[in-house]
């Protein structure tokens, strides 16, 4: 995650996202804790069509929203995508 910038990474389960994880959380455990004791479990999910004012409005009560479009999740969008 750091290599790549990446401050949060979606979650998956049986191809279905499921949340996200911070890279903050995972440096709170260990090898063997499962990623979903940490992962954030309720993630807003927004179509990619969704207007920037909008999405500022959504991000003041949420870390992250998590892009969707053509049917499955493209990204995630934070405060920091923003500036």
Request: net charge negative.
């Amino acid at each position: 995650m750091k290599d790549n910038d990446f401050s949060q990474l979606p979650v998956k389960r049986k191809g279905n996202f499921v949340g996200i994880v911070l890279s903050k959380d995972i440096g709170l455990i260990d090898d063997e804790t499962p990623i979903e004791k940490v992962m954030k479990h309720s993630v807003p999910t927004i179509p990619a069509q969704t207007p920037r004012s909008a999405v500022a409005e959504l991000l003041k009560t949420n870390n992250a929203a998590l892009v969707k479009e053509e049917g499955g999740i493209q990204g995630i969008i934070t405060p920091a995508d923003l500036l």
